[in-house]
């Protein structure tokens, strides 16, 4: 398939890693972080590290959108289904995050909440209209990729004046967290982590464009080269990224050109800005509180806002304490440094976030066999 076949040759990628070998400095030490869930996935899936040179190390980064889910926010979905009887609506991996008191989504549903998997925002409009008489809540998540679709379902919601559909929105934003990464206290005390450059993201990048990386290679100092999902991407990426450190530029560079550019889809955003506006701040686990890293319902569309419509607070939860998701989303350990990895923790019995889905850094390592720590 175009843009696909071409994009896993094995020929191709085995030169790249040539390159590579060829180009990195053995004098020093080179640390990217793959932001995105989905390049952590090809990293691991496609063995794109066994054809790095030894001192390139690629750190996993906080862009899987189910892995910085919060257990609060999991437990203020279980109980508007639980407490409030309201139809739940979410994606499929929202499901099985871990929540308080060895709940999840899929448990709370065994327990008789009316909690149902969809695969879009437009699916839980139709569970609306097919059931006036009830509450039908969309939980939202995800970073930039997701919230145009949610906006849309909202704005469709107003026209059609539906009263018995809200959302629980959970959206959360790319350049904040890069930046909470860059330069928070709370990072500091898990470690200092070494970054030389990022892996910008695929998906958000198509939404938002290029520009809103600029600030990281201007301010600083750090490249930010974005790439597709297949591994060539990845490993071209890669080497940009050591070109940039070993001539000392820090730029943002396109590799994704095909689908990528500096402004990014302008009518997506419009509509996003329409109906939601920054949080304040807003938790994500494994990096604490983050100050404009989400967003939430401007007061034009309160009635379609859950937390306000069902008058919902926001109460914290850590995170179990065997766990070592919140240190893998910062980088600091890999999935393999975690005690209960593989044994405890598994996608059939995860205890954290980061086993749950395909993204998560666990589960990338548990499904490919890449159990050895780098």
Sequence with gaps: MKY???????????????????????????SFMEFCGGHTHAISRYGVRELLPPNVRMIHGPGCPVCVL???????????????????????????????????????????????MVYSATDALTVARDNPGREVVFFAIGFETTTPPTA??????????????????????????????????????????????????AHVSIVIGSGPYEHFAEEYRKPVVIAGFEPLDVMQA??????QVNEGRAHVE????????????????QKVSEVFELRPTFEWRGLGEVPYSA???????????????????????ADNKACECGAILRGVKQPTDCRIFGTVCTP??????????????CAAHYAYGRFRSV
């Design 152 to 201: 849309l379902a909202i704005l469709r919601a107003q026209r059609e004046e539906l009263e018995n559909f809200s959302v629980l929105c959970c959206h959360v934003l790319t350049p904040s967290a890069i930046t909470h990464i860059l330069e928070s206290p709370e990072v500091r005390r898990y470690g200092t982590v070494p970054i030389d450059g990022f892996v910008g993201p």
């Design 70 to 116: 919060p257990i609060g926010r999991v437990d203020m979905a279980i109980g508007l289904a639980l407490e409030r009887g309201a139809i739940v609506c979410t994606y499929g991996d929202t499901m099985r995050v871990p929540a308080s008191d060895n709940l999840s989504l899929t448990k709370a549903k065994a327990r008789g909440g009316d909690i149902r």
């Design 348 to 361: 059939e019995n995860p205890v954290g976030s980061c086993m749950v889905s395909s993204e998560g850094a």
């Design 254 to 269: 396109n590799e994704f050109s095909r689908a990528v550019d500096r402004d990014g889809n302008l009518g997506a955003q």
């Design 238 to 243: 890669i080497l940009m990224l050591v070109r």
């Design 295 to 317: 967003l939430k319902i401007r007061p034009a569309f309160a009635q379609f806002d859950a937390e306000r419509r069902f008058g919902l607070g926001y109460t914290p939860v």
């Design 4 to 30: 696909i076949d071409e994009f896993r040759d094995g020929d191709v990628a085995r030169k790249i890693g040539e390159r590579l070998r060829a180009e990195a400095d053995p004098a020093r030490q080179y």
